[in-house]
């Protein structure tokens, strides 16, 4: 214990120190636009924040003098603060765009100091806008910007993070109570679980000092850490508790739950990296980074859950069963009602699982077809799943700017979502180059694929010219992939040879590229792993493909719930969004992997039970009975835990994060009901002993022990021929 605290010391110490490493942009992008972006990165730009007043009026133009009057006072307002600099309207000789019916127009201007921290200085300017506004009724007059979207959606969407936080960890210690009815045991899985988060979150930035992170890794990592850190106590807990009620001695009840418990964790937790390592063959850094974080939360769970967590137990003993709901129930109802009754369960086995159990096994064909059937009708939307790239869409709920961003778009379509468009060259400001940009803005215009506004900024070394160009579509359709591919395919060679495409258009583009040429890797290296690992932990054939093709059922039927929900739109008045007709494009391989992993602990965790009955005499039916009723209470608990976390980020205003928290919520439910109660019980029994196959010419692989072998549950059975 001593040893565990001073780890996860030394290492939240050390990441205090040594701040994380977060990615620079152009790492989490591909192909074109990656090398574009590292054009940028390197051109030595200033930082600068840009901002936008959006002006408009529904009866007036911009000649008008009371439209002249306002945009003048706009002016003399956000200069007043002294906080701003390159002012630019209608009105001057390099003017701000004007819209086609002159009733819309911006005022554009930078704010003073670094980019980076202008969201710290751009409070007075927004208020300065907002007096004008509000001395000008007759006009729409917003702003909008980096600085200003940092300010605004950024603290709105940092409280919904912090909220989602302090939601989880009371909703998990409430499970968890009701689930042991103790104090010390609802407490000690929590605690260990956070300890391997902040120990993790601390070796996450010496590492990260080699492989950059996003910074939502730590948020990712929390949800994560959370989920498998309490389920691996949980399962370790649970399986001492079982073994000290059938009168085992302290010590022998610790040495049987890491035989037993103990091993399904290590097994578990290896088939979770495993599945997270699949990110990094996408070559992404985004994805790259939450492989490296969600593995050291991980490893460090099952680290303290295989090592602390015994040490803990065996200091603690009988006093982590000290009764707070179980007791209290007894009391109030003088005995007559305990809380295992409450939950259904007498004797370490579940009666209501055994209620399910008995017509599933009885008629497993039917079993079989029916929840097979449903998981697949859910599943076939997914064949219809559409990516999409994150946009100001992304935003739920009630703000202002994000209307304004909108409106901006619908005045001056692609000038918020523009492609940018990078040249490199000995000196692009000298009269060659200068003539290929204009001859490149005339052809790119020619095509009527692109529109103003048109502007280019050359970084001080000269050598490196950016174009910003407005293209057609609303960014995320075919229209605006068309002129992408018009720019790179037509009018760069023909202009601008040697030119890059970059911006949220193009990098999208180039991120479902690569996505397409990785995910048979990734999907075939987290497969392939997962069977070999399953394979030689119950050394059966049949039980580890199994395993793949019904965690694969129950990440495509989540699939097909998403669609559903956000894509078709069916869920929009129950969860409070509006749906952009798309799935965030990162989502659906990001969801594989984790849902892949996490699935897997109910699966080992079960198959382990199962196993060990097995192992001890009992015919296949009458373990798979025993593993499943015996592991019913603590799977519960454990989705019960995980789905509640889950929807937490559900409720958050960015809809990429409910997408994700539906996602994960849905997917843990089914796999812990309809696929671990009903599906595994009845192929199981279908198949009879048909589950232990193993080949003669794999009897090399090594006989690992799944429980107390001088523990006889059944009298010993015959072997069967196959095995």
Do not use: C
């Not at 937790?269 to 991980?298: C, D, P, Q, S």
């Not at 052809?443 to 000269?462: H, R």
């Not at 193993?694 to 069967?720: T, Y």
Request: aromatic share 8%.
């Amino acid at each position: 214990m001593l040893i565990w605290v001073g780890f996860v010391a030394a290492a939240t110490f050390a990441g205090s120190v040594v701040e994380t490493g977060e990615m620079r942009g152009y790492e989490g992008s591909n192909g074109d636009s990656r090398v574009a972006e590292e054009i940028l990165d390197g051109a030595k730009y200033k930082d600068v924040a840009s901002e936008i007043v959006f002006v408009q009026s529904d009866t007036l133009v911009v000649d008008d003098p009371e439209f002249r009057a306002a945009v003048e006072a706009v002016t003399a307002a956000v200069n007043g603060t002294g906080q701003v600099e390159h002012v630019r309207t209608p009105y001057d000789a390099e003017p701000s765009p004007v819209s086609g019916d002159k009733r819309t127009t911006l005022v554009q201007f930078d704010m003073k100091g670094a980019g980076e921290s202008a969201d710290e200085r751009v409070q007075p300017v927004l208020d300065a806008v907002a007096g004008v506004a509000k001395a000008h009724p007759g006009l729409r007059i917003e702003q909008a910007g980096g600085a200003s979207a940092d300010k605004l959606i950024g603290e709105a969407i940092e409280q919904d993070f912090v909220r989602a936080e302090q939601l989880s960890l009371p909703i998990t210690i409430g499970i968890l109570l009701a689930a042991f009815g103790a104090l010390l045991a609802a407490l000690i899985p929590v605690a260990l679980a956070m300890t391997a988060i902040f120990s993790a979150t601390g070796l996450l930035a010496l590492t990260s000092q080699l492989l950059h992170v996003d910074s939502a890794t730590t948020n990712v990592m929390l949800l994560i850490g959370l989920a498998v850190g309490v389920d691996y106590s949980l399962f370790y807990i649970m399986r001492e508790r079982e073994e000290r009620a059938k009168g085992r001695d302290k010590r022998r009840a610790i040495e049987i739950a890491a035989a037993t418990s103990g091993r399904a964790v290590l097994v578990s937790g290896i088939t979770v990296i495993v599945a997270m390592a699949g990110m990094f063959l996408t070559g992404n850094g985004v994805f790259m980074g939450f492989a490296e974080g969600t593995i050291l939360v991980v490893l460090t769970a099952v680290v303290g859950s295989l090592t602390v967590l015994p040490a803990l137990l065996s200091l603690i003993g009988d006093k982590i069963d000290a009764r707070v709901v179980h007791g209290t129930v007894r009391v109030a109802t003088r005995g007559r009602v305990t809380w295992r009754r409450i939950l259904g369960v007498r004797g370490g086995e579940s009666r209501f699982w055994h209620a399910v159990l008995r017509p599933v096994l009885k008629h497993p064909v039917i079993a079989v077809v029916v929840s097979s059937g449903l998981l697949i009708a859910l599943a076939i939307p997914a064949l219809g799943l559409k990516p999409g790239p994150t946009t100001i869409d992304d935003l739920q709920g009630d703000y202002a700017i994000a209307d304004t961003f909108k409106s901006i778009d619908k005045a001056f379509p692609g000038g918020n979502e523009p492609a940018v468009v990078v040249v490199k060259a000995a000196d692009v400001t000298s009269p060659e180059m200068t003539a290929k940009i204009e001859d490149f803005k005339r052809e790119a215009f020619a095509t009527g694929e692109a529109n103003e506004p048109f502007s280019v900024s050359i970084n001080p070394d000269k050598t490196v010219a950016r174009i910003d160009i407005a293209i057609k579509g609303t960014g995320t359709d075919e229209v605006s992939e068309q002129a992408i591919h018009t720019l790179r395919d037509k009018v760069i060679p023909a202009t601008l040879p040697g030119a890059h495409v970059t911006g949220s258009t193009a990098g999208s583009m180039d991120f479902n590229d690569q996505m397409v040429k990785t995910l048979p890797l990734v999907f075939g290296f987290v497969l392939l792993l997962a069977f070999l690992l399953l394979l030689m932990s119950f050394r059966s054939l049949v039980v580890a493909i199994k395993a793949i093709l019904l965690n694969l059922l129950s990440v495509a039927a989540a699939y097909g719930v998403l669609v559903l929900i956000f894509q078709d739109g069916y869920g929009e008045s129950l969860l409070g969004f509006e749906s952009t007709g798309t799935i965030t494009d990162w989502l659906p391989l990001f969801l594989f992997v984790i849902l892949f992993g996490l699935s897997m602990d109910y699966h080992v965790f079960i198959l382990s039970r199962i196993r060990e009955a097995y192992d001890k005499g009992m015919r296949t039916e009458d373990a798979v009975t025993h593993g499943i009723t015996s592991t019913a209470g603590v799977v519960t608990s454990a989705a019960l835990i995980m789905v509640a976390v889950f929807a937490v980020f559900s409720t958050l205003s960015l809809l990429s994060f409910m997408q994700m928290g539906v996602g994960l919520a849905v997917a843990i439910l089914l796999d812990a009901t309809i696929v671990r109660a009903v599906l595994l019980p009845a192929t199981m029994k279908l198949l009879g002993d048909w589950n232990w196959y193993l080949p003669r010419w794999l009897n090399w692989l090594p006989e690992l022990s799944h429980g107390d072998d001088d523990d006889q549950i059944a009298p010993a059975r015959k072997e069967p021929a196959l095995v």
